[in-house]
């Protein structure tokens, strides 16, 4: 598995070119992880099943990293990454958030977990290039919860804030600790699910489809818990109206990297948004 996520891998190759691919340099970025689930207490003005809880923001004047993983390489815990953060960015984001109905609850403590600094210091390998704040799932994993999360951020891309979303397409650890399949050959849940995320992606209603994920071709096996999808729901909420001559619901979804790891760990990136 490691193999295909080294530093000499296409999913390597295509963080590294992330930063030229991008129309400009940032301004700020705000990240929204798989790692982080945000304090399951308080309420808001969300739907029932999702009413209970807060999301985090996170931003201290420069960040530490949080090596929240075991059984690695030596080399994996001594990563070193500048990111500072940006308590007025942060402000923001908690103040769009608590006008789309939800609580906060601000974290100056906490590091960046690994969903946030291994991937952006494979493109950024000097350091972050803008001020980074970081944002927790809710903790109530609700789909439909996480789209309207990522629309109440959206109002960030007039300030040339990047907002990315870091989970991945498939994760199911169980199946990976099973063994790969035969070599060339994914899982076949993998391929249902991940064909049917790009139709979902693609089609007239892409948001109300990822809140419908579930129904979707090997969906519970791709996902038992559903944490490292919602940042996929986030990104596509924070594209919505993004696209010239389309409406605010709208979302054009393009791939702009697709890899498989040991048949059953999907890699895939997603650009939301005509940039």
Aim: net charge neutral; aromatic share 6%; hydrophobic share 45%.
């Amino acid at each position: 598995m490691f193999k295909d996520m080294d530093k000499d891998s296409p999913t390597a190759e295509f963080l590294r070119s992330l930063p030229e691919a991008l129309p400009r340099t940032p301004s700020g970025i705000v990240v929204v992880s798989a790692h982080w689930e945000g304090p399951d207490e308080g309420s808001g003005a969300l739907p029932r099943e999702a009413s209970r809880g807060r999301v985090g923001v996170l931003s201290r004047p420069s960040h530490e990293l949080l090596f929240d993983y075991y059984g690695f390489p030596r080399a994996s815990y001594d990563i070193r990454w500048p990111a500072r953060g940006d308590d007025a960015l942060a402000a923001r984001v908690e103040a769009l958030l608590s006008g789309a109905g939800f609580e906060t609850a601000r974290d100056s403590e906490r590091g960046l977990d690994h969903g946030v600094f291994v991937p952006l210091s494979v493109a950024w390998p000097a350091g972050a290039p803008a001020p980074l704040v970081q944002v927790s799932l809710h903790p109530s994993l609700d789909a439909a919860a996480h789209v309207r999360l990522g629309r109440a951020l959206a109002a960030l891309r007039s300030s040339n804030v990047l907002v990315v979303g870091s989970g991945a397409l498939t994760h199911n650890l169980g199946a990976m600790r099973g063994g790969p399949p035969p070599p060339g050959k994914n899982f076949a849940w993998a391929d249902a699910f991940i064909a049917d995320v790009s139709d979902a992606l693609t089609g007239k209603d892409p948001l109300g489809a990822l809140e419908r994920w579930a129904t979707l071709r090997g969906a519970r096996t791709a996902h038992p818990r559903e944490e490292h999808l919602l940042p996929l729901m986030v990104a596509a909420g924070a594209g919505a109206g993004a696209s010239r001559g389309q409406g605010a619901d709208s979302v054009k979804a393009t791939r702009v990297h697709r890899a498989m790891a040991s048949g059953s760990f999907a890699l895939d990136a997603w650009r939301f948004g005509d940039e």
